[in-house]
């Protein structure tokens, strides 16, 4: 039976290493994702040359453990186990190039010895879960524990417990000195494991006291349980695998695990544990990691904090400190930093002296960190942050063989991929894309369509150009989109075929119309024709039933911006253009009586929808849709009604005047007379702040103040009239109006306040007199700028001034 004496770790020091020459496994005890360990595993298994390994992690993986020897296979790696009819239910088990798993898979694919995972199945596992609000991480957490999570307890931490036994109060600091300093062939490669599963017995003791005593919680107990079955499965894999190749064997499993090993039991007790575990049907594969996710809590045996330290540690051969310092420097100098040999050599001393001081074996990262802050960095964190970011942590991504087992989705995906040339990075990046160009366009419609897809890859952002022909984006591939691709495969086989399906799903599920406009704009981005005629059809159904003004404003600038992208991506955008000249018609209709009887909150919320369709009436007016030449006719009309209107709120009456005045159709003279009546003393102040906020609020009002002086003196005037009682109430409309002006606006406006009324001269004479203004236009200095506008435009510098005419307008 497994486990039946001690002898599996001490024992094998002997000539030869053969601890399991009698038939008893070689158990070896690990921290997850720790390079001391896996040096450690490494040596043990070079002294032993068991005949078969077992690894801590899901027997359904067994058949994907050759692939761990594909040229291809580049840690960081996971396993991925889903369940197959939900796929977001899925478990990760992630190894790192440093992990002692993997590199005990790695020793008996090189030696050709059998290797087989021995933890309770992930059929099991997922099942058992699936009850539980956590996602994928958190479920390959439960499936590999380890010492090292944030928990205190002697289960969740017995790394912690053990430091502060040793009078230490950093477990990592300890865990460093103790295992990860040890440099290879030091000492008996067995001794460390032997010294582990005796401090494991103890923990374990104290912890099953402390359970006598009832000093656990239901938490606690439930982990404890699980903990149990999982062990039970472990002693049955471990007699299945002696009885199947009867051959010295070793187990790499967490060091919390060993003792439960190692102890005598009844495999009738141990089946009875296992006996009735409910189950699931899962597929399981590798996927790429990342070591920032391997950073994270979470995950298998819990986060790390430094994973590329680490990954350092393993695999320098020698002189770890001096190498590390070097890369920093490097990194450092490729940030135009100033870092000369001679600053990486009085860092290795410091380091090394920090930990003389300390009493520390060897410099570790605590050490090498204080000494590039006060080295290299000038004692700055902003560039150890950035150290910290590139080097210790690091954003290394794995990769997987393309044999490896993955959902037509990913298939797909993948040699999608591979056709745009549009590589998975682990690193934030940014993507400048010109829809003029195929291979941008199409990068365009596969990033679109996994957006669709709930596949997170890329999120769109403000472009540094103009034109709807460029498109910017911002990547980052995470190891969760791998999940996000299988729980997407059940709409398709391919990207374009499941985003179609679910597309037209979520056209008949939206709750708004809003939402329905902007699932039509996502499938004119995406080139989803197929799908947009059944969402076109929801679309005008909806639109036609619902009445609300306020969702049809809301629903009709995504509408329009739609249309814009018919000329660069060759869309048929008829149809479109239809529903949206019918929705802006049943706007202008409802917008009027829609805007009276308003409270504070509302009133905002509707000038941002009379914002909103101005802007959709500027681009739907040259839309090329039949019926609806006159749009922007019919549009001033309503904004002069709103204007004029006295039940309607005063932030939208000067948002009105505002656009009237910005589109020509009202005369600065008429504006400037309209404020004037509307800031008379008959006007409530609270009413009359409110129209100044919607008159010169947002982008351009203050502009408008500078280089018309008339409407700044008219508020000037009415503002130092305001009755000092109400004074408090409307400050904070006109605070939130003027904050919103960059500093140099405001600057100017205060210099414009400060000279005074005489000053600025009669409020009907624009400028006079004030330096830097004049009465009138000076046409002489604007002509001088139109030989540079026609280079700007590819024109002849020296052609006709009169080609340029309405350039500016």
């Not at 039946?4 to 690990?30: C, F, I, Q, W, Y």
């Not at 770890?320 to 009085?346: K, Y």
């Amino acid at each position: 039976m497994a486990g039946t004496d001690r002898a599996g770790s001490g024992a094998p020091g002997g000539p030869g290493g053969t601890g399991g020459r009698e038939g008893r496994p070689l158990l070896l005890g690990v921290r997850h994702h720790g390079p001391g360990s896996a040096r450690a595993v490494r040596a043990a298994l070079e002294a032993a040359r068991p005949g078969v390994v077992l690894v801590e992690g899901p027997p359904e993986a067994d058949a994907l453990i050759p692939l761990a020897a594909d040229e291809d296979m580049r840690p960081p790696v996971a396993l991925l186990a889903h369940a197959v009819d939900e796929p977001g239910r899925s478990a990760f088990w992630p190894l790192a190039e440093f992990s002692p798993e993997w590199v005990a898979l790695r020793w008996a694919l090189e030696h050709g010895v059998p290797a087989r995972f021995i933890d309770l199945p992930a059929a099991h596992t997922l099942a058992w879960r699936a009850d539980e609000d956590v996602d994928g991480h958190a479920a390959g957490k439960e499936a590999g524990d380890a010492p090292g999570t944030a928990s205190p307890d002697v289960r969740g931490d017995p790394l912690a417990v053990l430091a502060a036994a040793a009078g230490h109060d950093d477990p990592e600091r300890w865990w460093e000195d103790v295992i990860e300093h040890r440099g290879p062939g030091e000492g008996d490669a067995f001794a460390p494991f032997a010294a582990l599963e005796e401090a494991m017995a103890t923990l374990r003791e104290t912890e099953e006291d402390g359970e006598e005593n009832g000093e656990e919680d239901g938490e606690e107990n439930g982990a404890r349980d699980r903990d149990l079955v999982r062990e039970a499965y472990m002693r049955l894999q471990v007699r299945a695998a002696r009885r199947e190749f009867a051959q010295d064997m070793a187990v790499v499993c967490g060091a919390w695990h060993v003792p439960a090993l190692r102890r005598k039991t009844a495999v009738a007790a141990d089946r009875a544990l296992v006996k009735g575990l409910p189950r699931t049907k899962v597929d399981m594969t590798w996927v790429p990691w990342t070591h920032r996710r391997l950073s994270r809590a979470g995950g298998y045996g819990a986060g790390i904090e430094s994973p590329g330290w680490y990954g350092h540690l393993f695999a320098a051969v020698d002189r770890p400190v001096e190498r590390w310092l070097t890369r920093v420097a490097g990194l450092l100098r490729e940030e135009d930093r100033i870092v000369s040999p001679a600053h990486v050599i009085e860092a290795v001393r410091l380091a090394e002296t920090l930990a003389v001081i300390r009493g520390r074996p060897l410099p570790g990262l605590s050490e090498t960190t204080d000494a590039v802050r006060a080295v290299l960095c000038d004692g700055s964190d902003v560039p150890l942050a950035l150290v910290h970011d590139r080097l210790v942590v690091g954003d290394v991504l794995g990769e997987v063989p393309a044999g490896a087992p993955a959902v037509p989705l990913q298939r797909d995906l993948t040699r999608t991929q591979r056709r745009l040339r549009l590589k998975p990075e682990a690193p934030e990046r940014e993507l400048e894309l010109d829809l003029r160009k195929e291979t941008d366009a199409g990068r365009s419609r596969l990033l679109h369509r996994l957006r669709l897809l709930g596949v997170g890859w890329g999120v769109p952002t403000a472009s540094r150009g103009t034109g709807t022909f460029r498109e910017t984006w911002r990547l980052r591939w995470e190891p969760e989109l791998s999940v996000r691709v299988a729980e997407a495969g059940v709409w398709g086989t391919t990207v374009l075929s499941a985003a179609t399906a679910k597309a037209e799903a979520d056209a008949v599920t939206a709750q708004g119309l809003a939402e329905v406009t902007a699932l039509a704009e996502s499938c004119l981005l995406a080139e989803l024709p197929d799908a947009l005629s059944p969402v076109m059809r929801i679309l005008a159904d909806r639109a036609a039933l619902d009445t609300d003004v306020g969702h049809l404003a809301e629903a009709l600038p995504a509408l329009v911006r739609s249309l814009r992208y018919g000329d660069v991506r060759g869309t048929d955008t008829g149809a479109l253009a239809a529903v949206a000249a019918g929705l802006a018609e049943r706007v202008f209709v409802g917008l009027p009586a829609a805007c009276t009887a308003l409270d504070a909150d509302a009133a905002e919320e509707m000038r941002r929808h009379v914002d909103a369709v101005h802007t959709a009436v500027g681009l739907l007016g040259d839309a090329p849709a039949p019926g609806h030449g006159d749009l922007r006719s019919r549009w001033q009309a309503v904004l002069r009604t709103l204007s004029a209107r006295e039940a309607v709120p005063g932030i939208v009456r000067g948002r009105a005047v505002r656009l009237l005045l910005d589109n020509g159709e009202l005369a600065p003279d008429e504006a400037a007379r309209t404020m004037g009546l509307v800031l008379s003393p008959g006007t409530p102040p609270a009413d009359a702040a409110a129209w100044i906020e919607g008159f010169v609020g947002g982008s351009g009002g203050g502009m408008l103040l500078l280089h018309d002086e008339r409407l700044t003196a008219l508020i000037d005037a009415w503002l130092t009239g305001v009755p000092a009682d109400v004074f408090t109430d409307v400050l904070p409309l006109l605070r939130r109006t003027f904050s919103a002006y960059e500093p140099g606006v405001r600057r100017s406006l205060g210099e414009l306040v400060r000279r005074g009324p005489e000053a600025r001269g009669s409020v009907t004479t624009a400028g006079s007199g004030i330096p830097g203004f004049a009465a009138g236009l000076d046409t002489a200095r604007a002509d001088a700028v139109l030989p540079v506008v026609r280079l700007l435009l590819g024109r002849d510098p020296a052609s006709d001034d009169n080609d340029l005419v309405g350039v500016g307008t």
